[in-house]
């Protein structure tokens, strides 16, 4: 159908080169940080950097006082301005290989790098510190001499870039269509519309292009395309790969929360620390529900993982070493997690702050919780649990204890070495949801049966009403209304014993032992069997809160000297209630009267006991609990999202060389050094998460606020001013401008919301200008030549060209489309859509074990860890993928059959509304004539009664296999 001839014909002609040119380096001079410090990071840090451990011979490279030291054996390695006596390069020039360094086998220094190195100690040996360490500054906006191209601040500092390396401004800006194919690319990832190119063409003044910068952020494309770019740094994917590619739990609440949030323009430091610590933040409605910051929080869970571990401790360390090196990395903009096992060896990130921040994971829950979709649920729920305390107080029902002296003896002779008897309710307990209030009442509106409604009266109630005593000292699900649902959980604890003992009773629920923040056991029990455990009522029950008690025993040999802790879950339509736990040197449970607590009672008991006023009170009381469970009962659901939660205060220790079963000193959690290591002037509390959000987004913390102006430069530009954006360490790249680096990141960190500083910055001569050809100094900023289209804006530009895009937004991912050659364990049983139902990329669902070829093609990266830029590739695999793909001959039909549905265009008007979809402007001459002439090819060669919608089928085709599609100038 769509001939090969012609089609090669037709992308020869669409397709053109880039040449290069040459200019001349300034050597003129030595510059510390980009010149020597790679050399030394490279070369001599491994060995004689910040590491101790690994240091040897003494000697010191990193720092001025260390390289010019004398030795024990007399010799300095630095003596500034005197190459002849610096030790360090008779070393790397000597003749003997043995002798020479860096040693090991290592590759040697070049002629150039040692010609550096010695220019550098002739001029001094000035050393300088590592400049992302440095705090962040407010520069003076540079002069430069050519001040009318300059729009903005932004020209300044750029300008001043090319005009030190004695070079001119960029002397053309683009034409009208190719920046506004620039623009709507680089905010939605989308290509413009006809007749917004149509129209800028027309009027392409400064105002008209602000306004079209104004509409393209406001679109709600924006924050699907910026949305995709932080899922690249949260390393965002809805599996967990390994054996069997478990899914992730609503994991695409969390890439709706993202998209959300930029198309809000939450501010940067509230959208981090969101991230860190959501669930401890002020609420912040949005995504119907009522406090959407919590969903912030699932990237903690969002990394691989291995269902069965053998070693369940260390399966928490290697998962928690992934979280640290993805905030290291997109928070930091550093390789934090390379200090794992000993001090970094070339920044000066000590093992301790890897430690710091493991602490704050280790203490961070995951949680599949319920969060309130309905602004009157948590309202009605405390309104509830008022009317049971108001008809308590009305009948005088106090909390019913025994003599602590005869718990604590009961206790002894078990022996049990925890016990948590739930005195106060489980206030300690950390919930979720609403069905676990932490005032718990002492008594309930009971109902007739596990089936029947709320309010009947059944004459055994206090005062002849249907409110009854309830068990004290307890943490209970169904104590307000049977319709809440939610979750509870435990204080950690050490497993110090080998059983633990659960006292309970519930129906419809379920109960689960924890160990080390495990909890894959959901998806597969192996190796953890029988930590989860349903809990039902019996058969012949009638009434919930009449059920009999169970102890649930758990045998945790395994898991000697771990971390673990109880979770009750109430899903909906039942309840759980538990009254202790305790761990044992037995399998026998210990007896149920070491518990203080009973059944509350009530003083006056009886309904003679109760005078006609008390009666009314309760009976209102009662009345009220109805009324307010029948409005419970209207209330839209919760709906269950991944989140974080706080567990209990556990700074956690240094882990010798890495290993999670030797431990050395305790590190505070959340206490970096890289931050000032100034102890927190509050008592830290939990995990420490609210802590450190804090301390991240400190205008003062030059890291997250570099970090981010960095990226926002480079998803603009397709440079960055570090080249290196998950890395601004020593061996990653250096600005070549740190002036417009701290511009940037000054405003960020000030109030600028990610929304106006890409605005000022795509209002920019330099945003404006045309591609530049040739070399230039590294230190100069120039327009890039041209850049390839992520993944993602291929498709979606394929998409929206065919006519085929369906723009809405959000809700659950759209299957992964599985092609034969996609097998193995974990494989769905459905495959997706061809086309994905229409819907943008980054609505399909993400698998692990189960990426999309077509994406893969085009580099989108493997969702293993921070990905700040992705690798830009032209390979042979593309062009075939667009050639070949089940989706390009799919698009290119419907394509075909959008172009032909208006049956008053003829074929020129066709392929000038086919150009303007894929290249955002009209057909030069030769190619309307070359596009007349492939359609009348391709007709001719086909017979059937479907000859101009193949023809047209194979132009659209040829079309996605363009350069100048795939291409942004």
């Known amino acids: 159908m769509f001939g090969p001839t012609a089609m090669l014909s037709m992308l020869s002609m669409l397709c053109a080169s880039v040449a290069m040119g040459d200019a001349p380096p300034d050597a003129s001079r030595v510059d510390f940080s980009r010149e020597v410090r790679p050399i030394l990071a490279a070369k001599c840090f491994a060995c004689h950097g910040p590491d101790a451990e690994a240091r040897r011979g003494g000697l010191r490279l990193d720092s001025f006082e260390g390289a010019t030291a004398t030795l024990k054996s007399g010799v300095r390695a630095i003596v500034p301005s005197d190459v002849a006596a610096s030790a360090l390069i008779a070393r790397v020039t000597h003749a003997d290989p043995s002798m020479r360094m860096p040693a090991d086998g290592h590759e040697a220094l070049t002629a150039a790098q040692v010609e550096t190195l010695s220019r550098w100690i002739a001029s001094g040996a000035r050393y300088q510190a590592p400049w992302a360490f440095q705090p962040l500054t407010t520069p003076m906006i540079p002069a430069v001499n050519d001040a009318a191209w300059c729009a903005s601040d932004i020209d300044r500092f750029v300008l001043a870039t090319r005009e030190s390396n004695a070079l001119a401004a960029p002397a053309l800006d683009a034409d009208a269509s190719t920046l506004l194919r620039r623009l709507s690319f680089d905010l939605r990832g989308l290509p413009p519309d006809e007749a917004d190119v149509r129209a800028f063409a027309a009027d392409s003044s400064d105002a008209q292009f602000a306004a079209l910068v104004d509409r393209y952020l406001a679109d709600p494309a924006y924050g699907e395309r910026w949305g995709r770019h932080w899922l690249d740094l949260m390393r965002y994917a809805e599996t967990l790969a390994h054996e069997f590619d478990y899914a992730i739990p609503h994991a695409w609440r969390y890439r709706d929360y993202v998209i959300d949030a930029f198309n809000s323009d939450v501010p940067p430091a509230r959208f981090v620390s969101e991230h860190i610590a959501g669930d401890l933040l002020s609420p912040r409605a949005a995504l119907g529900l009522q406090n959407a910051a919590a969903l912030g929080t699932g990237w903690w869970f969002l990394g691989p993982a291995t269902h069965a571990p053998v070693d369940v401790r260390q399966d928490e360390a290697d998962r928690i070493a992934g979280t640290v090196d993805v905030a290291g990395r997109a928070l930091f903009g550093l390789s934090i997690a390379c200090a794992r096992c000993h001090d970094h060896k070339f920044d000066p990130i000590p093992a301790s702050d890897f430690y710091a921040l493991a602490g704050v994971a280790r203490n961070t829950r995951r949680v599949v919780g319920f969060l309130d979709s309905d602004a009157r649920m948590s309202p009605l729920a405390h309104a509830a649990a008022q009317a049971l305390r108001d008809g308590a107080a009305a009948a005088r029902v106090q909390k019913s204890t025994r003599e602590r002296v005869d718990a604590v003896a009961a206790v002894d002779a078990a022996p049990s070495l925890f016990h948590d008897d739930l005195i106060d309710n489980g206030a300690h307990w950390q ?416 698998r692990r074990n189960f990426l999309d070829p077509f994406l893969q093609a085009f580099d989108q990266p493997a969702p293993s860890t921070t990905c700040g830029k992705r690798h830009t590739s032209n390979v042979p695999a593309q062009s075939l993928a667009l050639l070949n793909s089940e989706l390009s001959h799919v698009l290119a039909t419907q394509w075909s059959q959008s172009v032909l549905a208006p049956t008053s265009d003829d074929d020129d008007a066709r392929v000038e509304h086919m150009w303007f979809a894929a290249f955002s402007r009209a057909p030069r001459d030769e190619e309307l004539l070359a596009a007349r002439a492939f359609l009348a090819a391709e007709r001719a060669a086909d017979s059937s009664n479907e000859a101009n919608a193949h023809a047209y089928a194979a132009l659209a085709h040829a079309l996605f296999s363009a350069k100048e599609f795939v291409f942004l100038r």
């Open 431 to 846: 919930r979720s949801g609403d069905a676990f209030v932490s005032d718990q009442p002492l008594t309930t509106r009971v109902d007739g049966g596990r089936g029947d409604e709320h309010g009947d009266e059944h004459g055994d109630g206090i005062g002849a009403t249907s409110m009854h005593a309830a068990q004290c000292g307890t943490i209970d699900s169904g104590r307000v209304d049977r319709a809440l649902v939610g979750s509870a959980r435990s204080d950690t604890f050490v497993v110090a014993q080998r059983w633990l003992h659960v006292r309970v009773r519930g129906d419809k629920s379920a109960l689960r032992v924890i160990i080390d923040n495990y909890w894959l056991d959901e998806s597969n029990g192996l190796l953890f069997d029988g930590m989860r455990r349903d809990v039902n009522a019996p058969q012949d029950s009638t009434k919930l809160h009449d059920l009999p008690w169970q102890t649930l025993t758990f045998d945790l040999l395994r898991f000697l000297d771990e971390r673990a802790y109880v979770e009750l879950v109430d899903g909906g339509a039942g309840a759980i209630e538990v009254d202790w736990i305790a761990l044992s040197a037995s399998d026998v449970a210990p007896d149920a009267s070491w518990d203080v607590d009973d059944v509350a009672i009530v003083i006056d008991a009886g309904a003679s006991s109760l005078d006609e006023t008390r009666t009314g009170q309760v009976r209102a009381a009662m009345e009220r609990h109805a009324e307010l469970s029948a409005q419970l009962a209207q209330c839209s659901a919760p709906v269950r999202a991944l989140i974080a939660e706080d567990g209990n205060g556990f700074d956690e220790p240094l882990h010798r060389r890495g290993s999670s079963r030797a431990y050395g000193e305790d590190v505070p959690r959340a206490q970096l050094a890289i931050m000032g290591n100034t102890p927190i002037a509050t008592p830290m509390r939990g995990s420490g998460r609210a802590e450190l959000a804090s301390r991240i987004t400190n205008p003062a913390q030059p890291f997250l606020w570099r970090t981010l102006a960095n990226r926002v430069w480079l998803k603009l530009f397709g440079r960055g001013i570090v080249e290196t954006p998950d890395d601004f360490g020593q061996l990653g790249a250096t600005p070549w401008s740190e002036g417009l680096l701290d511009h940037l990141a000054h405003k960020l960190a000030h109030g600028a919301t990610f929304k106006s500083l890409i605005r000022e910055v795509v209002l920019s001569h330099a945003y404006r200008a045309a591609a530049e050809t040739g070399e230039f100094p590294a230190t100069a900023w120039h327009a890039l030549p041209v850049r390839r289209l992520d993944a993602e804006s291929i498709r979606d530009a394929m998409l929206a060209s065919s006519g085929r895009l369906d723009r809405a937004s959000g809700g659950p991912s759209i299957a992964a489309r599985l092609t034969d050659h996609m097998q193995g364990r974990g494989r769905p049983e459905q495959s997706g859509p061809v086309d994905g139902a229409g819907r943008r990329s980054v609505y399909l669902e993400t």
